[in-house]
């Protein structure tokens, strides 16, 4: 029988000589290793990156903040109601004064200046006067009454028609009536045109009542103050209640405040939840005296077009239109966001971790 004994050493000699021909092939050919990163690595985050997330976090700030309110509806509703009291008080001031400014233009007749012409003076020339006072850039019109005219209406208006026929010539003179333009329906324009009349050679006597019209424009002035002052006040008592609304919102998230400024988050961060929950308070007043403003004009109007019918005055009172109650709302929302932002630096600042 055969041995299979003297095979062994040749086996393994061909598998020693594969093993070495592997391994001087892996010497001749190495490849590469992957190098190793050591130590940490900093990722860079482009502009845009960067961009996505702020306006990101600014969008759920907002939503956020807004739904923080909505969670407390009573609390909500009633410093949006304070806010708008505040608001609307000299809103409702400003609209009063846009009605006096109406009023004014239809008094605007009232401010007519007589020009007396002089006897010798023909219906020709005065034609002439009134044509030249019609082209002044402050004039609105003017209109020649002759001396036979102004006898018929003072017959008609005077009641001693009777008395005026037995006259044995006509005493009147002509008469220019001449309306200024409203931007110039000033004392001081006023009292320059009239200078401007006297000098003219046609002209005996120029009359103006001046007394009404200082007094409608010094009152005028006084309650273009007292508007602008109590504003100030209202729009000072806004930014008191907003910001202690914030600082109580502060107060209660403190210590969020604190884990987020441990873990590296920055007063911006912090801070804009709580400038928009003081824009939202604003715009939220905002609307709130809108509509208080729309609900007290609609209220009014009849009883004022009433009482104007009785004068034969066709004077409607007017509230705030769309454009000026777009203007209240956004005024308010950034009176309320000055406020959280002066409350935010007052007291942010004030906790920091230990």
């Given at each position: 029988?055969?041995?299979?004994?003297?095979?062994?050493?040749?086996?393994?000699?061909?598998?020693?000589?594969?093993?070495?021909?592997?391994?001087?092939?892996?010497?001749?050919?190495?490849?590469?290793?992957?190098?190793?990163v050591q130590g940490a690595v900093q990722s860079q985050m482009?502009?845009?990156?960067?961009?996505?997330?702020?306006?990101?976090?600014?969008?759920?700030?907002?939503?956020?903040?807004?739904?923080?309110?909505?969670?407390?509806?009573?609390?909500?509703?009633?410093?949006?109601?304070?806010?708008?009291?505040?608001?609307?008080?000299?809103?409702?001031?400003?609209?009063?004064?846009?009605?006096?400014?109406?009023?004014?233009?239809?008094?605007?007749?009232?401010?007519?200046?007589?020009?007396?012409?002089?006897?010798?003076?023909?219906?020709?020339?005065?034609?002439?006067?009134?044509?030249?006072?019609?082209?002044?850039?402050?004039?609105?019109?003017?209109?020649?009454?002759?001396?036979?005219?102004?006898?018929?209406?003072?017959?008609?208006?005077?009641?001693?028609?009777?008395?005026?026929?037995?006259?044995?010539?006509?005493?009147?003179?002509?008469?220019?009536?001449?309306?200024?333009?409203?931007?110039?329906?000033?004392?001081?324009?006023?009292?320059?045109?009239?200078?401007?009349?006297?000098?003219?050679?046609?002209?005996?006597?120029?009359?103006?009542?001046?007394?009404?019209?200082?007094?409608?424009?010094?009152?005028?002035?006084?309650?273009?103050?007292?508007?602008?002052?109590?504003?100030?006040?209202?729009?000072?008592?806004?930014?008191?209640?907003?910001?202690?609304?914030?600082?109580?919102?502060?107060?209660?998230?403190?210590?969020?405040?604190?884990?987020?400024?441990?873990?590296?988050?920055?007063?911006?961060?912090?801070?804009?939840?709580?400038?928009?929950?003081?824009?939202?308070?604003?715009?939220?007043?905002?609307?709130?005296?809108?509509?208080?403003?729309?609900?007290?004009?609609?209220?009014?109007?009849?009883?004022?077009?009433?009482?104007?019918?009785?004068?034969?005055?066709?004077?409607?009172?007017?509230?705030?239109?769309?454009?000026?109650?777009?203007?209240?709302?956004?005024?308010?929302?950034?009176?309320?966001?000055?406020?959280?932002?002066?409350?935010?630096?007052?007291?942010?600042?004030?906790?920091?971790?230990?």
């Amino acid at each position: 029988m055969k041995s299979n004994r003297p095979q062994k050493p040749e086996r393994r000699n061909r598998m020693g000589a594969s093993q070495m021909s592997r391994t001087e092939r892996q010497q001749r050919n190495p490849r590469p290793e992957p190098a190793r990163v050591q130590g940490a690595v900093q990722s860079q985050m482009s502009w845009r990156d960067k961009f996505d997330a702020w306006s990101a976090h600014h969008s759920n700030s907002a939503i956020e903040s807004l739904l923080r309110m909505l969670e407390t509806p009573l609390q909500s509703a009633m410093t949006w109601l304070v806010i708008a009291i505040a608001i609307a008080l000299p809103a409702a001031l400003f609209v009063v004064f846009s009605n006096l400014q109406q009023i004014g233009q239809a008094w605007q007749d009232s401010s007519q200046v007589s020009v007396f012409l002089k006897k010798e003076a023909g219906a020709s020339q005065a034609q002439e006067l009134r044509g030249r006072i019609a082209q002044r850039p402050d004039v609105l019109d003017a209109r020649y009454i002759s001396p036979e005219q102004a006898l018929i209406e003072f017959k008609q208006n005077s009641g001693l028609g009777e008395l005026a026929s037995h006259l044995d010539e006509n005493p009147l003179p002509g008469v220019i009536m001449i309306t200024p333009k409203m931007q110039q329906n000033t004392p001081q324009a006023l009292a320059d045109l009239q200078q401007t009349l006297v000098a003219e050679p046609l002209v005996a006597d120029v009359r103006l009542d001046m007394l009404w019209v200082k007094r409608l424009h010094q009152f005028i002035a006084i309650a273009e103050r007292f508007v602008t002052a109590l504003a100030g006040l209202l729009a000072l008592g806004v930014l008191l209640v907003i910001g202690n609304t914030i600082r109580m919102a502060i107060e209660n998230r403190r210590d969020e405040i604190l884990v987020v400024k441990l873990v590296g988050g920055t007063d911006a961060y912090v801070r804009r939840p709580f400038l928009y929950t003081g824009l939202w308070f604003g715009v939220g007043g905002g609307i709130v005296a809108a509509v208080l403003l729309a609900l007290g004009f609609w209220w009014l109007a009849a009883p004022v077009a009433q009482l104007a019918d009785l004068y034969q005055s066709s004077f409607r009172l007017q509230g705030l239109g769309f454009i000026e109650s777009i203007q209240l709302i956004l005024l308010a929302g950034f009176t309320g966001l000055i406020g959280a932002w002066i409350a935010v630096a007052r007291h942010l600042y004030q906790i920091q971790p230990r």
